[in-house]
Nanobody, 117 residues
Framework: QVQLVESGGGSVQAGGSLTLSCTVS????????RGWYRQAPGQDRELVAR???????IYGGSVKGRFTVSRDNAKNTVTLQMDSLKPEDTAVYYC???????????WGQGTQVIVSV
């Protein structure tokens, strides 16, 4: 059973920074993509950033140049460094793992990020 546990959410003023971390536990026997999605109230869940199994980093358009995603396969973690935060970044952020061969999605429970003006 794969489990994803996020940490690091909270409240910050606009222009500030936060770091989100996600620890992946359980047995993963295939290649996977890992990353972060977010969902604001009344909106669809959207991609923030992810790292493919091959190490390619993909960012959502609104966070390019401000957020940095990284993964540490040895520690089984995926991290999102968020800089120059804006009020529109306010959302629940979800850690995500996509198992490539079985095409299974795994989600964390979500962590709240609030950016105030």
């Amino acid at each position: 059973q794969v489990q994803l546990v996020e940490s690091g959410g909270g409240s910050v003023q606009a222009g500030g920074s936060l770091t989100l971390s996600c620890t992946v536990s359980g047995t993963i026997t295939e290649s996977d993509d890992r990353g972060w999605y977010r969902q604001a109230p009344g909106q669809d869940r959207e991609l923030v950033a992810r790292v493919t199994a091959g190490g390619t980093k993909i960012y959502g358009g609104s966070v390019k140049g401000r957020f940095t995603v990284s993964r540490d396969n040895a520690k089984n973690t995926v991290t999102l460094q968020m800089d120059s935060l804006k009020p529109e970044d306010t959302a629940v952020y979800y850690c995500h793992l996509f198992a490539i061969i079985s095409r299974q999605d795994h989600w964390g429970q979500g962590t709240q990020v609030i950016v105030s003006v």
